[in-house]
């Protein structure tokens, strides 16, 4: 069933929004929460912050790191406490569906945290790479962490209706609620956001019956919301529109990962090729756990740590990945094709399919709720005042580490000063230990 236009969305948010005023939570999008997540939604000003630390020739790799570890005081639980980037990077979401299919596919449960500091840093598949290239990662890769928790929220959503706990403003809805914040963020239009990068590749592959996901998407998150919903909560509908929705996902991304493995092989450079690689990372495990095959063949296409990609890499790639789409309910019709692509007519493969794939139902906006207005929280202070504790705490722990070598540096010395020494400075040298170890 195709979904309605953003137009008509627009139009029905707008009617919905009228018969309360302005008493009702702030709209994103296409979208209408029943909840207050104006601080959630804001975590996407912590990833312009990100953003801009890393802006121009010299990075500020510790600032952004200050960022992403301690919050730039944006997205705030209270004016005490605040969300992190890598507080999203180190969640443990083992026994979730979605990442349990990375978690299947080897990835260690904290995977995230560990190659957006190694981008920082400079370590591992990082160490000696170009700035553009740990640069571009990493500004895709904190989008992608974004991404990875919105579905945190959607399982929480589902097995609070299992509870039959789905009041408005609070337990099913609330998290559901909060998926569709984490994903869209609070900038007009979804900018700067995970839902922005749908757009793109939507644009990218458009045409021939492709499936547009900016659109879909909203109503499948439409649709998930109103089964989450007191006397309309369904668990059987909000579990296949969460599942829609990560399919969805694997559109966007799937487009991404294709389009820069193509850009970088007729012409390579390191920008494209760490959007690909970074993309890609956002739903490498879900391809995983239907075809391990094909998602192996694409992430050693787009290893951030090789220096180019070979001839013949994007057709290989392009006809594993067309193999896998079935199993994830998928086809290379949906998929579409690059709008700019010079690689795909030489390809083997060709897409035969005949039929428009169809998707659930997905619904309207939920109308406008009464609501009192949403307060924006000032976290900063507490942001600040972590980051400082930390340092202070690291500086410490530098101290101790260089007191504890300079006793060892003495307790040598003094030791080798026994070596065919006199008695008295014998003598000498085991006053000097015995002070040193007081």
Known sequence: MACPSSRFLAVALLLAMSSFGASAYPALGGYMPVSNVLEHAEIIKDVMAFADALAGESPDYAKAKKIYMF?????????????????????????????????A?????????????AALDGTADF?????????????????????????HELEAAIKKVESGDSADGSGS??????????????????????????????????GNGSITVSTQIVAQFNAGLHF???????????????????KLWALTYIRAALKYVELSETSYNGKVHAEGFAWYMAIDGFVASYNASAAKAMRDALDISKPSVPSGTFCAVREQMLQALPA????????????????TASCPSVCNVSATLQLPAGR???????????????????????????????????????????????????????????????????????????
Request: aromatic share 10%; glycine share 8%.
């Open 71 to 103: 919050g730039a005081g944006n997205s705030c639980k209270s004016p005490s406490s605040v969300r992190t980037l890598q507080g999203f990077a180190q969640k443990d979401l083992t026994g979730e569906s979605f990442a349990d299919k990375f978690i």
């Open 105 to 117: 596919g080897g990835f260690p449960a904290k995977f995230w945290d560990a190659v957006i500091l």
């Open 127 to 151: 160490a000696g790479a170009e700035r553009t290239k740990r640069v571009t990662s990493l500004k895709k890769l904190v989008l992608g962490v974004c991404n990875f928790y919105a579905s």
């Open 173 to 206: 809805t609330l998290a559901w609620d909060e998926g569709w914040a984490f994903y869209y963020g609070s900038e007009p239009d979804g900018a700067e956001a995970a839902w922005g990068a749908a757009v793109e590749y939507d644009a990218d592959f458009a």
């Open 228 to 246: 989450v919903r007191n006397s309309t909560a369904s668990l059987t509908n909000a579990t296949r529109a969460r599942d829609t929705i990560y």
């Open 328 to 343: 994830m309910g998928l086809d290379c019709k949906a998929l579409g094709t690059f709008k700019d692509s010079t690689l």
């Open 364 to 438: 309207y906006p939920a109308a406008a709720v009464s609501a009192s207005a949403s307060s924006n929280i000032d976290c900063s202070a507490a942001a600040g005042t972590a980051a400082a504790a930390a340092a202070a705490a690291a500086a410490a722990a530098a101290a101790a580490a260089a007191g504890a070598a300079s006793k060892q540096t003495t307790a040598v010395s003094a030791a080798v000063s026994f070596s065919g020494a006199s008695m008295p400075l014998m003598a000498v040298s085991l006053a000097a230990w015995a002070t040193v170890w007081s």
